[in-house]
């Protein structure tokens, strides 16, 4: 299993970016797919969470109608767009995949498995 993050950067606040997630080494369609984030001197947590034929997501409140997860099953890539962002969205980004493909509790960190190397974001105010 392999899970590769890009898009992070620089950007002002108000802006966005838009990561992306490249997931190889096993049936991408059959997880639910996971974002989560770590600030310098915090916890890793929870960012948004998407089903394995994108029907249902799931966002952590602070970021409720600033982002949006996505998928590409046909590309094995799933996506978090982020608008309207500010200077609390530091941090670096980490797309995960699910222990299992009923995909229960996708909130919680401890249901993923498998993680990316992260892709930084910086927002300046």
């Known amino acids: 299993v392999q899970l590769q993050a890009s898009g992070g950067g620089l950007v002002q606040a108000g802006g966005s970016l838009r990561l992306s997630c490249k997931a190889s080494?096993?049936?991408?369609?059959?997880?639910?797919m996971g974002w989560f984030r770590q600030a310098p001197g915090k916890e890793r947590e929870f960012v948004a969470a998407?089903?394995?034929?994108?029907?249902?997501?799931s966002y952590a409140d602070s970021v409720k109608g600033r982002f949006t997860i996505s998928r590409d099953n046909a590309k094995n890539t799933g996506y978090l767009q982020m608008d309207s962002l500010k200077p609390e969205d530091t941090a670096v980004y980490y797309c995960?995949?699910?222990?299992?493909?009923?995909?229960?509790?996708?909130?919680?960190?401890?249901?993923?498995?498998?993680w990316g190397q992260g892709t930084l974001v910086t927002v300046s105010s």
């Open positions: 080494g096993f049936t991408f369609n059959m997880y639910v």
């Open positions: 998407i089903t394995r034929r994108a029907g249902s997501t």
């Open positions: 995960a995949r699910h222990r299992w493909t009923t995909g229960q509790e996708m909130g919680e960190r401890a249901s993923y498995a498998y």
